[in-house]
């Protein structure tokens, strides 16, 4: 059988079983742990559980999808009255948040909030039983769905652990008062709260994402494609591929730039975040090339914290020793009492002896500095699609694995796997070559 056979009999068996396209995420999903890749993108099994995160970053998102649809009318009220405009979007992505989350009472469940509380709460036995909990659930999921019996008999000891878990959190519950602000959703999922986040992540992103692009051409907002993708060679790949791309600009200098916004409580680190970035940039590279012939130059991940920024030194230093430092009579500053900590740091702040910590973070996909990442993006998407052929049409079965790793381990795997595409000497490319591939 000829490979170009063998190709399209791949991509009609893996379309039979209704996987019609690859995105990053059921990438990323079938690496980590097959059998929710089973539940999620086969059974189309999803959980109805909605996070402040979610409710925040969508509804900001929203906002800022709203501020490029009427983009004239909003540079001019940029120019004029920027308090106009803030209040403008923020109402925009408010109101969203209102009716997407709030009337629909699209709340966490009651039992995952409280997972939540235990897990950063400190509570060993619940703990543990949560953990015991995530590992039956990764069983019923990998459980075929016509194996009724054995998923029944699976799902009762699940209930069980539910049940356990919920009578020692009821346990701490009566002797820790405390934890009456984080059960029933508590201080964290009130209204008020997400209202403020997302007051917050509509101004960080006016205040310090939007100068720096607010001479980029726009091009599109929310761009949702399901497209043929090539290789580098122009041979089209056994499986479309889904992108939603927030937005596309061209620079200065006219080239094409991916933007993905990212409302995030922390900020990632490079380390960490960068096998992820890097191959969802890819993703969108292919994605945008193909819809719109146009080769982009990079992908930008920005991420925005939706609070206020902080002192960067906070209980990182003595505050009162780095008074002394700076002349600052600490004892006798306050009306010849003592300062308090939040005296000591306006007064160092006022002084820029100690920075605000950032609330922006930004990674750039660079495709004409790193070319050979896109070859290490189409090893990934092949081999995915040979890792679905064979669990699909040779039934070799879809295994959970409970620590869901990216990559199968994680940053160190990926930088093993990324030596075999990374050139030993920097090569000789010019910008005209790298765009060129």
């Known amino acids: 059988m000829s490979e170009t056979t063998k ?10 079983s209704w996987i019609e396209y690859l995105s990053f995420s059921s990438i990323k999903e079938l690496r980590n742990n097959e059998a929710l890749f089973l539940k999620h993108y086969i059974n189309y099994q999803w959980d109805n559980n909605i996070f402040i995160a979610t409710a925040v970053g969508k509804s900001c998102h929203h906002g800022i999808e709203m501020f490029y649809s009427d983009l004239d009318n909003n540079k001019k ?39 939540t509380m235990i897990e950063f709460g400190g509570y060993s036995d619940v703990a543990l039983k949560v953990d015991d909990y995530a590992k039956q659930a990764e069983v019923v999921d990998a459980i075929i769905p016509t194996d009724v019996a054995e998923r029944e008999k699976a799902q009762k000891a699940l209930d069980a652990l ?6 020692l959190i009821l346990k701490h519950k009566e002797k820790d008062a405390k934890l009456d602000d984080f059960i029933q959703y508590g201080k964290e999922w009130s209204i008020e709260s997400i209202m403020e986040k997302i007051n917050m992540g509509i101004i960080n992103w006016f205040q310090q994402v939007y100068p720096k692009i607010m001479n980029w051409k726009f091009i599109s907002s929310e761009y949702n494609r399901t497209l043929d993708i090539t290789d580098l060679n122009g041979e089209i790949l056994d499986l479309p591929c889904k992108i939603i791309v927030d937005c596309i600009f061209e620079d200065e200098n006219g080239e094409t730039i991916i933007v993905d916004w990212k409302f995030k409580g922390q900020l990632s680190n490079e380390e960490s975040i960068k096998p992820e970035y890097d191959m969802q940039g890819c993703t969108y590279f292919f994605g945008v090339w193909a819809g719109l012939a146009k080769k982009p130059k990079k992908a930008v991940f920005i991420e925005i914290q939706p609070s206020e920024a902080k002192p960067s030194m906070y209980l990182q230093v003595d505050l009162r020793a780095e008074c002394e430092k700076h002349n600052i009579d600490w004892a006798k500053g306050n009306n010849g009492k003592w300062m308090t900590n939040g005296m000591m740091q306006e007064a160092l702040l006022a002084i820029n002896a100690i920075e605000m910590k950032p609330v922006v973070y930004e990674y750039d996909v660079d495709f004409v500095a790193k070319p050979y990442l896109l070859d290490m993006f189409l090893a990934l998407y092949t081999e995915t ?35 075999q595409f990374k050139p030993k000497e920097a ?11």
């Open 162 to 167: 539910e049940v356990e878990i919920k009578a």
């Open 385 to 419: 699609i040979v890792r679905l052929y064979q669990l699909l049409i040779e039934g070799r079965g879809f295994k959970p694995n409970i620590f869901d790793q990216w990559f199968d381990g994680g940053v160190t795997v990926y930088k093993e796997w990324m030596d």
């Open 77 to 115: 009220l940029w120019d004029t009255n920027q308090k106009l405009l803030f209040e403008k979007i923020i109402k925009i992505a408010q109101d969203y948040a209102k009716d997407e989350y709030i009337a629909k009472n699209k709340k966490p469940d009651d039992f995952w909030n409280s997972k």
């Open 7 to 16: 190709s399209q009999e791949i991509r009609k068996s893996l379309q039979a």
């Open 427 to 437: 090569p000789d490319y010019t910008e005209e070559d790298a765009i060129d591939l």
